[in-house]
Nanobody, 124 residues
Framework: QVRLVETGGGSVQAGASLTLSCAAA????????MAWFRQRPGTRVRTFIG?????????YFPDFMDRNFAISRDTAKNMVSLRLKIVEADDTAVYYC????????????????WGQGTQVTVSS
């Protein structure tokens, strides 16, 4: 059984950069794509940030999202990372990584495996 574990969250000052990591524990791990979502305080919606195809490393972002986010993966370490280039107050959220075994989409319901989330709190 594969588990996803996010790390790297915490309190961060606005204007700083931040990298979150997601490690897959257990083997074998051969997803089609990995994605990042976030859930802002007081909402039930997990917003799609972006995804990366596991084998090709191709990234997918909604319009404008790639201006402040970057996603990378390390297949040897079974790890995917999310970099926030300049954090702002509205980046405060719980960040989740997810794995899909057959597609890369923006729909949270298409993902098969989820991490427990890591909290990011941005202070000004």
């Amino acid at each position: 059984q594969v588990r996803l574990v996010e790390t790297g969250g915490g309190s961060v000052q606005a204007g700083a950069s931040l990298t979150l990591s997601c490690a897959a524990a257990g083997s074998p791990f051969r997803p089609y794509a990995m994605a990042w979502f976030r859930q802002r305080p007081g909402t039930r919606v997990r917003t799609f940030i972006g995804a990366i195809s596991w084998m090709e490393g191709r990234t997918y972002f909604p319009d404008f999202m790639d201006r402040n986010f970057a996603i990378s993966r390390d297949t040897a370490k079974n790890m995917v990372s999310l970099r926030l280039k300049i954090v702002e107050a509205d980046d405060t959220a719980v960040y989740y990584c997810a794995a899909s075994y057959d597609r890369a989409t923006a729909n949270w319901n298409d993902y098969d495996l989820w991490g427990q989330g890591t909290q990011v709190t941005v202070s000004s």
